[in-house]
Structure formats: C-alpha cells, structure tokens
C-alpha cells in the first residue's frame, strides 16, 4: 500500500490556506475557495462526482489540536 | 479496511499523517472529507462551515460545549448526529461544529469505539477491524 502523497497537489492553494475538492483519485483538486461551500461548488460545475474536502495550508507540521 | 497515511506538507519535510477519507451525510445530503484520527479526542468533530455543506441550518440549536484543549484555548461546539461512511461500512456519530481552525475533521475515541484501529508506523497505514461486543 503506497502512501498517498498530497504534497503537490495542495501547493498551489496553500498560502491562502484555501479549501480544495479533490478528485477521487485525490490527484487534482477539481474546486478551490475560501469555505468547504465554494470548493464543492466549483467540482460540481465541473462535474466530478464524490470530491473529498480538505485545506490547503503550507505547514501541518505544527498542528496542535486545541481540542 | 486499510488507509494508507497521507503526506501532507510540512516545515522542513513531508508530513505523514493518518488522516482518512469519510463521507459524512445528513438529510439526504453526502460529502467526503478528510478527517484525523486523533485518539486524544474525546468526541468528533468538524467545521462549522461543513455544517452549511451539509445543510444543518440552525447549527447552535442543539447541546452546546466549551472545549479546553491541550494549548489551553476554549472552542464551543455543537453537537449534531450524522450518518458516516468509512471504507463502505456505515453508521452514526454525533459531530461537534464549530471554529476549529483545523484543516480537516477529527474523529475521537466516540468514533474509535466502532472499530478495532491499528497505527502502523512502520508500514505508513491505518488498519481498522469492526468492534463487536
């Protein structure tokens, strides 16, 4: 089982810390926007069928859930 | 049912997490997103954007609680039951919303009792075994 690397796919959208709708073979991102809402949006205009949500950031590296 | 970790960006190298794909439905309505399994969690949870996604439209009218986590900040959550699906297997979990200023859900030990999980480090995945009592 290969680990599935979203490195480069999620680049593009970090900085602005962007939610993305990944394709589902979670290579693409087939919607982009600032809420969950928008990038579903943009998949479905698209017409990709089952996208998977999750933000973009730069750095997960210090994420600390606070609950 | 097996899940590899997913690398996710990081400061000085990839990070490797154990973050899986769940769909999550409510009135009809179903979405998938990425989620942590976080065996520090007591519950679940997931953004109060997410709510709107799957159109829970009065989130604040349910149980309310104020969550201390472990950086001593308090986020109030509210708690909505919602259907789930993870590797085909289906059920039911109650999901705090609210400002969690994560970039994906979290699934807590109220989520862990459905299944037997196994973190294997080693092999870079996640294994999870119906629990049955």
Known sequence: ?67 | MQFPYILLPGRTDKVKTPIVPIGVSFGGRKYQIMCLLDSGADRSYLSEDFASVLGIEEVENTEALTMTGITGDTITTYFHKVSFTIGGHSNEEWFGFGKLGMPFGILGRTFFAHYIICFDERRQRVEFKESRS
């Open chain 1, 1 to 67: 089982m290969n680990t599935l690397d979203l490195t480069k796919v999620l680049k593009p959208y970090a900085q602005e810390n962007l939610w993305v709708a990944l394709t589902s073979d979670y290579k693409k991102v087939a919607g982009s926007g600032k809420t969950p809402k928008e990038a579903l949006e943009e998949a479905g205009r698209k017409g990709t069928k089952n996208p998977t949500l999750i933000q973009a950031a730069s750095d997960y590296s210090g994420l600390v859930p606070t609950i």
